[in-house]
Each structure stands twice: as structure tokens, then as C-alpha cells.
């Protein structure tokens, strides 16, 4: 499964960049644009299962943000939510020039007892 692959590069990640404060991690961000095609609950699921194997990350909340595809307009110079597969700005303008949308990242982490 490609999501279970996913969430345990997440936590040998948060593992190599935390070596000390790993077992304190109360909460997991992630933030998954539309375009990388993550299901929230694939993530979940597949954690659920990570859990099993590894009970020490039990305590960990982890929340997984969709975010919205976003492209520039060259035209209004502002970027435009692209909904539907629809790259085309209110203005009229199309655009392929996506800003937003691709990314699957870690963007927060937070500490039990700090
Ligand atoms: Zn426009």
C-alpha cells in the first residue's frame, strides 16, 4: 500500500530530524495538496496500522490538511483557486502555473510537556 510507505517516511523522518524529543511528539501536521492524490483517510488507516507494529506512536495525533489547488493568473498577477480541473482564472485567463496543490509535507509538529 502507498500510503503506509508514506506515513513511515514521515515518522523516520520526524525521527532523524527529533532523535531526542521523538517520543514526545503529541501531534502531527500534514498538509497534502489535491494534485498529490493523498487521501486523509488512507493516511489514517495506514497510520492506524503503523500504530499496530510500532504501539509507541499511540499517542501521536496525527491530522492530515488538504489544501486547495492554487495557479497564477499572469493577468491579475494574483493566484485563483483551480476547482474541477478547471485552470482557468475568473478573469478569463488560463493558467497551468500551479503554486499550490502538489505539495505532501510535515508542517507541524508538536511536543508533549514542551
Ligand atoms: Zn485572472
Same mark, same amino acid.
Given at each position: 500500500m502507498?500510503?503506509?510507505s508514506i506515513v513511515r517516511n514521515v $515518522?523516520?523522518?520526524?525521527?532523524?530530524?527529533?532523535?531526542?524529543? $521523538?517520543?514526545r511528539?503529541?501531534?502531527?501536521q500534514m498538509e497534502a495538496g489535491l494534485l498529490s492524490n493523498i487521501q486523509p483517510i488512507l493516511i489514517q488507516n495506514a497510520f492506524e496500522a503503523l500504530i499496530m507494529e510500532e504501539?509507541?506512536?499511540?499517542d501521536i495525533e496525527l491530522e492530515v490538511v488538504q489544501l486547495p489547488i492554487i495557479a497564477h493568473c499572469e493577468t491579475?498577477?494574483?493566484?485563483f483557486e483551480v476547482?474541477?480541473?478547471?485552470?482557468?482564472?475568473?478573469c478569463g485567463t488560463p493558467s497551468r502555473k500551479i503554486?499550490?496543490?502538489e505539495e505532501l509535507q510535515i508542517s507541524k509538529?508538536? $511536543?508533549?510537556g514542551n
Open positions: 502507498h500510503e503506509i $515518522f523516520d523522518t520526524l525521527q532523524e530530524t527529533y532523535p531526542e524529543k $521523538f517520543g511528539i503529541s501531534k502531527v504501539p509507541g506512536l499511540a491579475c498577477e494574483k493566484g476547482v474541477r480541473h478547471k485552470f482557468v482564472c475568473a503554486v499550490q496543490g509538529v508538536e $511536543f508533549f
